[in-house]
């Protein structure tokens, strides 16, 4: 598994954001 994968679900859980099969940059506003 991609760590940087790893992050960006972290960030997703934390921000409840729904993951998507390509998720956009971190830090974009939606």
């Known amino acids: 598994m991609d760590?940087?994968?790893q992050r960006i679900?972290?960030?997703a859980k934390e921000?409840?954001?729904?993951l998507v099969q390509?998720?956009?940059v971190a830090?974009?506003?939606r």
């Open 3 to 5: 760590a940087v994968a």
């Open 27 to 29: 830090g974009t506003p």
């Open 9 to 11: 679900r972290e960030v």
């Open 15 to 18: 921000n409840d954001i729904p």
């Open 22 to 24: 390509n998720p956009p």
